[in-house]
């Protein structure tokens, strides 16, 4: 009995997490109280401070897990470097760009961050650095630490680019942001070919 309570409470509190990771990247932080997210969750108010002592617990908790689930996606995808384009070009789509809940958390969350708990930003922080070790030890296997700068620029870009994107209310100049967007980050991380120039210069 004991087993499955704790089973239980597991299971309630990993659904409260991703509940809270939807509502989050729609609503963001400020605008994300505790009984939103305990309804998203299924549960009662009073249920909340069975799992957490606060609202930044929550939220330091759910920012490192979305970002431990983008994470664990890029691994599954970047394994060399087409796998790395792979996941560039989709961060950069208007799929990504049009499923607010379900995608990047640094696109959603980014501005809100900057104001949390040192907590919060500290797992910000970790996340952050696990996703661009990982790219830059896949484009340089070597010498991991040569490909860092251009790894950070190419993240800075492409959160920056989806931000965009998602803002403007142009359909056609939101795609062209996200198409130059891509450009730019494959050219930064080498990824660029030279049959996809000339597609570009075919579209101008």
Not at 91 to 110: E, F, H, K, T, V
Not at 122 to 149: C, F, K, W
Not at 175 to 197: M, P, R, T
Request: hydrophobic share 40%; charged share 25%.
């Amino acid at each position: 009995m004991g087993r499955y309570g704790s089973d239980h409470k597991e299971s309630t509190r990993r659904s409260i997490i991703e509940a809270s990771g939807r509502r989050l990247k729609l609503d963001g932080i400020d605008g994300s109280g505790v009984a939103t997210l305990m309804k998203d969750a299924g549960l009662t108010n009073g249920a909340f401070y069975a799992h957490f002592a606060s609202k930044d617990e929550l939220v330091t908790t759910t920012i490192a897990d979305q970002l431990e689930l983008q994470r664990a996606k890029l691994q599954a995808i970047a394994v060399d470097r087409t796998g790395v384009e792979t996941f560039v070009r989709f961060y950069l789509s208007p799929a990504q760009r049009d499923d607010r809940a379900g995608g990047c958390p640094s696109a959603a969350l980014l501005d809100e961050v900057a104001r949390c708990s040192e907590a919060a930003r500290s797992a910000y922080t970790a996340g952050l650095i696990a996703m661009v070790d990982h790219i830059a030890a896949v484009l340089a296997p070597e010498n991991p630490s040569s490909a860092q700068r251009r790894t950070w620029s190419t993240v800075v870009l492409m959160i920056g680019t989806l931000q965009m994107a998602r803002a403007l209310d142009d359909p056609d100049l939101s795609n062209a942001v996200l198409e130059h967007g891509l450009d730019s980050a494959l050219h930064l991380l080498g990824l660029d070919h030279s049959s996809g120039a000339a597609n570009r210069e075919s579209r101008n």
